[in-house]
Nanobody, 124 residues
Framework: VQLQASGGGLVQAGGSLRLSCAAS????????MGWFRQAPGKERDFVAA????????YYADSVKGRFTISRDSAKNTVYLQMNSLKPEDTAVYYC??????????????????WGQGTQVTVSS
């Protein structure tokens, strides 16, 4: 499975961006797709996750109410709509996937496949 993240860029605080993550094959019928981010000098942190079939969604507290994760199963693509962006949202954003569900959806190690990352920069 290959994951291709796109949609990053430079935006002013308060603005919006939509990230996309295209998967090369729909091989997971009940897995999770997630978004993580890594700011300079910091660890890679969980942002959001969504199940392929159940459409369950999970969010980090820091993005609840501002970010929305969604998926288009026909296109094997997951989206992250980011609104009301803040300078602290600046990071490289990675998409990831795994087979099957897990209660550890927020852990890096729970995901088997990773995209290459896309830079999001929010200016103040």
């Amino acid at each position: 499975v290959q994951l291709q993240a796109s949609g990053g860029g430079l935006v002013q605080a308060g603005g919006s961006l939509r990230l996309s993550c295209a998967a090369s094959a729909r091989t997971f019928s009940d897995g999770l797709m997630g978004w993580f981010r890594q700011a300079p000098g910091k660890e890679r942190d969980f942002v959001a996750a969504i199940g392929w079939s159940a459409a369950s969604t999970y969010y980090a507290d820091s993005v609840k109410g501002r970010f929305t994760i969604s998926r288009d199963s026909a296109k094997n693509t997951v989206y992250l709509q980011m609104n009301s962006l803040k300078p602290e949202d600046t990071a490289v954003y990675y998409c990831a996937s795994r087979t099957g569900n897990t209660i550890y959806y927020y852990e890096n190690w729970a995901y088997s496949y990773w995209g290459q990352g896309t830079q999001v920069t929010v200016s103040s």
